[in-house]
């Protein structure tokens, strides 16, 4: 197939609309099921890149979960413990494929902005990923390949118009990019940045050790920002992002907002969140939206009197400031990439809010020598690519 029509482009304004290749040759994609749109699509090229390069990277299956053209989260294939298993909703499927499991992380850091995503996997969509993926409000996905049960599954999907699409895993793209913006026409280099070790060797702290799963962590962080809308940050933990913060004009503003979704993810863990008991009826997302809510300043939204029965079978007791405080002091160990250097210490100040121990990030600000001694204060580990990593 050399061109596919689309319904119509950004907005249902914008007509006509299509995708197809400038140089006459066949598209990489087959669309197996639905009718993907403009946005879909720009959502499944990205998300292709960075799961393919995670797998690179790693050696491990990755699944990425975007939404708006930047990812809202990003995983590799770790096993889950019992309590991710239960904060993710998937506790009760049993033991799941390593691609399964890297879409739960993924689809679980943030499933706030996870609603109706679009799902990329680094490696033929199994059957176990279908099941976890057939239950969720999503609009699409794309892979290498699908099982012949897991496309039946997912074709089933929206009363049969989920849109799947097959990518050619062998696909090459040109050396130059183009785009167009107000008619006048973009060419720059493809970023075919290698997020490996090297990249990561210049350590200018006084702590220099940085062990395995940190490194991963790095590389997850650093290929996430690859294709996260500038300014970009990303707290990574265990092989998964955990808060991701894009397209902020202020990279304090991005901290800050990547920093409270990776707070939020380890206070779904707290006794006081996994102890909530909601009424049978309830789906995920409206328990999603009610955890969201106990969770923040307006906890009041679900726990008034008359309202809080609509979403529990026992009135939850308030989740304190302190009490929150004290459960986050328990959070260690997270990664934080960013796209480009950071040119205050407010940001390392607010990320060791969150537990950063290890961060990478390209240097190069007038005020490293500040930057660089916040981390001493805290003995965090900060290594300089000397890349920076915009995405627009």
């Known amino acids: 197939m ?8 950004c907005n249902p304004n914008q007509k006509p609309s299509r995708i197809y290749m400038e140089d006459g040759s066949e598209l990489p994609v087959t669309v197996l099921n639905g009718r993907p749109g403009y946005i879909n699509f720009l959502d499944a090229f990205n998300g292709w890149q960075l799961v393919k390069e995670l797998k690179a990277a790693t050696g491990l299956p990755a699944a990425a979960s975007f939404k708006h053209v930047s990812p809202a989260g990003a995983a590799v294939g770790l096993p889950l413990s019992e309590t991710l298993a239960k904060i993710y909703w998937v506790d009760d499927l049993g033991e799941l494929s390593p691609l399964a499991c890297a879409y739960a992380r993924a689809r679980g850091a943030d499933r706030m902005s996870s609603f109706g995503d679009f799902i990329a996997l680094s490696d033929i969509c199994d059957k176990d990923t279908a099941k976890l993926i057939k239950r969720e409000v999503s609009d699409g996905c794309i892979a290498p390949g699908y099982t012949d049960e897991a496309l039946a599954l997912l074709k089933a999907k929206k009363g049969g118009s989920y849109n799947i699409i097959q990518i050619d895993e062998n696909y090459v793209p ?18 075919e940045l290698d997020v490996n070790g090297d990249l990561l060797s210049n350590i200018v702290t006084v702590n220099k050790e940085i062990p395995q799963s940190a490194l991963i962590d790095m590389k997850i962080a650093l290929i996430t920002l690859k294709y996260t809308q500038s300014n970009s940050v990303c707290y990574v933990k265990d092989g998964q992002a955990i808060g991701i913060g894009a397209g902020q004009q202020s990279r304090i503003h991005c901290t800050r907002l990547a920093g409270t979704k990776a707070d939020n993810w380890f206070l779904r863990q707290s006794p006081q969140v996994m102890n909530l008991q909601f009424v049978d009826r309830l789906g995920r997302p409206d328990r999603d939206n009610a955890i969201d809510v106990y969770m923040g300043d307006e906890y009041m939204d679900v726990l008034a009197d008359g309202v809080w029965e609509k979403t529990f079978k026992v009135k939850p007791p308030v989740f304190t ?35 950063v121990k290890y961060i990478a990030q390209p240097g190069g600000s007038m005020r490293d020598d500040a930057v660089i001694a916040c981390c001493d204060k805290h003995n965090m580990v900060m290594a300089f690519t000397g890349i920076r990593l915009f995405h627009h």
């Open 2 to 9: 050399k061109e596919i029509e689309l319904k119509y482009g």
């Open 174 to 191: 040109a050396p130059q990019e183009k785009k167009q913006v107000y008619g006048i026409t973009f060419e720059q280099g493809r970023n």
């Open 321 to 355: 400031r302190e009490e929150k405080r004290a459960w986050l002091d328990g959070m260690q160990n997270v990664t934080l990439g960013s796209d480009a250097f950071f040119p205050f210490s407010d940001n390392i100040e607010r990320a060791y809010k969150s537990g």
